[in-house]
């Protein structure tokens, strides 16, 4: 699938309730006063701690009153918010592959060792592998 299609199916399945609309300003409002408070404290940045905490303070005002109105806003973010994750889950699996998998394999390779036993044994009776009888117990709590 590519990335416009993974954000329009992920759109798709977002709840769109009143109470999942309020429940999200009040989210991003609080934090934005957090953030706020936060600057406050600091005594930084008053030109952004006060945007922020208008902000913050409209969105939970919103959400408290009219949170139907804030639908087109909250699909906006969230769609952004679904590209950004699709690109970064992408890039992440790359760097894990690229520096954490690719280099594990090389060293397996170059040392021998084999993690799947591949190869058919025509002599052997069978493929099962035997354990022993204290090592049922790690089954029962694998994780």
């Given at each position: 699938m590519s990335w416009t299609e993974d954000?329009?199916?992920?759109?798709g399945r977002l709840?769109?309730?009143p109470r999942a609309l309020r429940r999200a300003a009040?989210?991003?409002g609080g934090v934005f006063?957090?953030?706020a408070a936060w600057l406050l404290f600091r005594?930084?940045?008053p030109g952004i701690r006060v945007g922020l905490a208008g902000g913050g303070a409209l969105l939970v005002l919103a959400g408290a009153l009219v949170p139907v109105r804030l639908r087109a806003a909250y699909l906006g973010w969230m769609a952004i918010a679904l590209a950004v994750g699709w690109v970064m889950s992408r890039v992440a699996l790359t760097v894990i592959f690229a520096l954490?998998?690719?280099?594990?394999?090389l060293l397996a390779r170059l040392t021998g060792k084999r993690f799947l036993a591949l190869e058919s044994d025509p002599?052997?009776?069978s493929y099962w592998v035997r354990r022993k009888p204290g090592e049922r117990?790690?089954?029962?709590r694998m994780y």
């Open positions: 954000v329009r199916a992920g759109l709840d769109t309730s009040f989210g991003v006063l957090l953030l005594n930084r940045a954490v998998l690719t280099p594990l394999a002599e052997a009776p117990r790690r089954y029962d």
